[in-house]
């Protein structure tokens, strides 16, 4: 059974920070470049942050270089990513993916070439 499961969300002042987790399970993950999306209320979903399988290469919108990183741990059977978020904006409040591309050296901002989805988690950042 294929699980993608986000972690670390919540509440939080602008300014502050947060520790996003995705727990992935049920296929070789190791070998699958990772994303983190976000959504927000009437706007389309765009890739965040991403990383190839090696963790060799990343990727970061514009607007959150700098202040946000992402990384990965292969080391056991579930695989897990992590993406920091410091000095969070107000614009930064949305709903936050996982995904999972099976295309792991490269790292795509298109959301249709993402396989394996999480059910996402609510990032607020109040003013």
């Known amino acids: 059974q294929v699980q993608l499961v986000e972690s670390g969300g919540g509440l939080v002042q602008a300014g502050g920070s947060l520790r996003l987790s995705c727990a992935a399970s049920g296929r070789t993950f190791s070998t699958y470049a990772m994303g983190w999306f976000r959504q927000a209320p009437g706007q389309d979903r765009e890739l965040v942050a991403g990383?190839?399988?090696?963790?060799?290469?990343?990727?970061?919108l514009d607007s959150v270089k700098g202040r946000f990183t992402i990384s990965r741990d292969n080391a056991k059977s579930t695989v897990t990513v992590y993406l920091q978020m410091n000095s969070l904006k107000p614009e930064d409040t949305a709903v936050y993916y996982c995904?999972?591309?099976?295309?792991?050296?490269?790292?795509?901002?298109?959301?249709?070439?993402?396989?394996?989805w999480g059910q996402g988690t609510q990032v607020t950042v109040s003013s």
């Open positions: 995904a999972a591309d099976r295309a792991g050296s490269f790292i795509t901002v298109v959301p249709g070439e993402y396989e394996y």
């Open positions: 990383i190839s399988w090696t963790g060799a290469s990343t990727y970061y």
